[in-house]
Every structure is written in C-alpha cells, then in structure tokens.
C-alpha cells in the first residue's frame, strides 16, 4: 500500500497543484485510465473546496492498494452541506460533484469543524 498527503495552500492553483503532485506520485503505480480518473475527481472536488470553503488549506489524503484502488478524502476549512445541485439546462456550474459520482464507486462528504469529502476508485 502507498499513502501519501498533499497540503496546499487554498487558491485558484490548488487543483493543478494537485494533479501535478499525483501524476508525479502515482503515475507508475496505477494503469493511466485511473489516474486519469483520480485526477479528474481530485480536480472537481479540489475546486469545490478552494470556491466553497474558508481559504486556509485543501488537504488530499491517498491510500492506493497493491490491487490499484484509491481511497481518497479532500478536506476543507469550511463547513456546510456537500450535495449535487439540481441540474437545469440553463445553469452554468454546479456539475463537479455529479461528475465524481460518475467516476468513483462511492463518495460521501462529512462535515464538522471542516468539510471532508471520501471517495473510492477502482480500476478496470
């Protein structure tokens, strides 16, 4: 098993941070369709945290199996409810989250005195 944290300061780079650090961490440890996948995820739900939580830091915590699964958490300083919006043809964001759902086998987000969103990914 390999597990690694990723600490980033909470700004509109933070996501390309992160794939950065990713692709350079795992790239030889998960066949590409994956880390293509983590990503994507970390990139939706890192850009949810940086717009939604309350500056500070984004933290990403990746445990990767010897079988290629990735558990993975992004948390946040913030608090509040972590749900899908309603999706309307007319509206201009609010997609990320329905996206990590197509993506990853299970999420789910917790919140308390910050805002942690869990999420599974298998490979093919």
């Known amino acids: 098993m390999t597990r690694f944290v990723i600490q980033l300061a909470s700004t509109t780079h933070a996501a390309r941070e992160a794939r950065a650090q990713i692709r350079k961490r795992l790239a030889e440890l998960i066949p590409a369709s994956t880390l293509w996948d983590l990503m994507t995820v970390v990139t939706e739900l890192v850009t949810n945290a940086v717009r939604h939580g309350y500056g500070g830091t984004v933290r990403i915590k990746l445990l990767v199996a010897a079988s290629g699964k990735v558990s993975g958490e992004v948390e946040n300083d913030g608090y509040g409810r972590v ?3 309603p999706m309307h043809p007319t509206s201009s964001g609010g997609l990320g989250l ?3 759902g197509s993506i990853v086998d299970r999420w789910g987000a ?3 005195s910050s805002t942690r969103v869990r999420f599974e990914l298998s490979p093919p």
């Open 83 to 85: 749900e899908p919006r």
């Open 110 to 112: 917790f919140s308390g």
């Open 98 to 100: 329905h996206i990590v």
